[in-house]
């Protein structure tokens, strides 16, 4: 029992501190003149030949048809999900869009009571309510301020389609581990991503040769290290679905929007530090809140 709770625990630290150094590594590789798409399909696919050398005995005969459903699902909203992230960080900053990321935990919830019946008890809304409390003393930081005029800009919109597409994700993931294993799981998110990945770039007007020609030394050490981040990331999070409710895990991941909020002064030199904080304290409290869910 401890040496569980030794784990889920690691697991969980893991997630909160690699999720924000992730968002930076992303945000780094845009400012040097990377397409968002570009990217996310240049870490999917360095991850999805990782994964080749992790699945390669495993009999595809043997995984039934509701895991591919759940998979294919789950690699459409996963490549979508993080192209959105990307593409948000490029024209927004990160201490006021990874705050905003607090919401996923209460799309968690609701996409988690709808395809897996897991139910949000007087905590879990008291936890909703503090999330969106704490959001307008992030949000008020902006030139928009918190308006409806502040969600019709891009990186906001941006940020919003991602969180619900990798809300939604979560549970997706969470069902193909109970189909699989861990390690299927985690093939399966990059194997799929990539393809879809691939196939998203096609419909656009982003030429791939271009961005391989465009990539030097300093942007390949990026890439890097954001494969190895997003590869942690993915591991530990697929390890707390595997012993936690879906909200219950996406709340404890909200811890990491401090470090966002630090991280994007420190690195891009983002304004309004102090006031960042109290509203990302408040969104912690409010997903501390949804914990008690459990």
Known sequence: MASFLNFTLLAVMIRILINPLSNVLQKQITIKGQHPLF???ATYTLLAFISIFLVFDISIQSLDTEFWIYSIAGGITGALGNGFIVKALEKGELSVLGPINAYKSIVGMLFAYLLIKE???VWGIAG?????????FVLDTTEEKFSWQLFKTPAIQYRLAALILTGIQAVL?????????LTIA???WSIFGAGFSFIFILFTKVSIQ?????IHR?????YFLLVITVGLMLASTNYTLSHMPVGYALALFQLSILLSVVLGHRFFNEMHLFKKLIGATIMVIGSALIILMK
Request: net charge positive.
């Open 173 to 181: 993931d969470k069902k193909v581990i109970e189909l699989s294993n």
């Open 39 to 41: 990217i996310n399909l």
């Open 218 to 222: 300093e942007v390949l050490i990026k």
């Open 119 to 121: 139910v949000p008890n």
């Open 186 to 188: 985690f093939a399966g």
């Open 210 to 214: 271009k961005e391989f020609k465009n």
């Open 128 to 136: 909703m309510l503090f999330i969106i409390i704490g959001s307008y």
